[in-house]
């Protein structure tokens, strides 16, 4: 394997599990593996929401599934990690009660690792889904101190075969073009 100089050594690459957040692990993999750069995949867990209805035990089951769902989103990347050749580790941390949020906690992860660079997925959300739901990456980058890449929701892009349209066009010098499908 060759090695290429990059500026980012250290890449913080946070997952919640969701398709989006797979592929910012995929575009940091893509990064990492030609430059000898350190991958670290961090899941947060949330704080529960408050409800007076439920009782101490709810919060300590909230708190496992999500303890789960970090233990099995880290030994994937830890496979693919190692499927990919790259160096790289794996962290589950916690929001804490009243302090913080999730962009905050991914901000303080990041400032531990002393990451260069974040690749976070972006669900896209607009108008009113994103008022109510807000946006963690948009938030986190509001807030970051290193780069940060953010891989968009948007559908995939593919690559299609143009037929030339006319002979001498120069459409046979470049054959294969990317194109956005909407």
């Known amino acids: 394997m060759t090695t290429t100089l990059s500026p980012y050594s250290r890449i913080l690459v946070p997952m919640d599990g969701s398709a989006i957040a797979s592929r910012a692990l995929d575009e940091a993999l893509t990064l990492a593996r030609g430059s000898n750069a350190l991958i670290q995949v961090l ?15 709810c919060y300590q089951d909230f708190h496992d599934a999500c303890q789960r769902e ?18 790289g580790n794996t962290r589950i941390v916690e ?27 972006t669900h ?39 037929p030339s349209q006319s002979a001498g066009s120069g459409a046979d010098d470049f054959p294969f073009t990317r194109e956005a499908t909407s």
């Open 70 to 87: 970090g233990e099995a989103i880290c030994a994937e990347a830890e496979l693919r990690m190692e499927q990919a050749d790259v160096r």
């Open 124 to 162: 896209g959300r607009r108008g009113w889904r994103r008022l109510m739901l807000g946006s963690v990456a948009e938030r986190f980058l509001r807030l970051s101190r290193c780069a940060v890449l953010l891989v968009p929701a948007r559908n995939e892009m593919r690559s299609t075969v143009k």
């Open 95 to 121: 929001v804490s009660l009243g302090d913080d949020d999730l962009a905050h906690r991914i901000l303080s992860s990041a400032e531990e690792f002393l990451a260069d660079l974040v690749v976070m997925g």
């Open 43 to 57: 899941f947060v867990i949330d704080a529960p929401p408050v409800s007076a209805r439920a009782g101490p035990y």
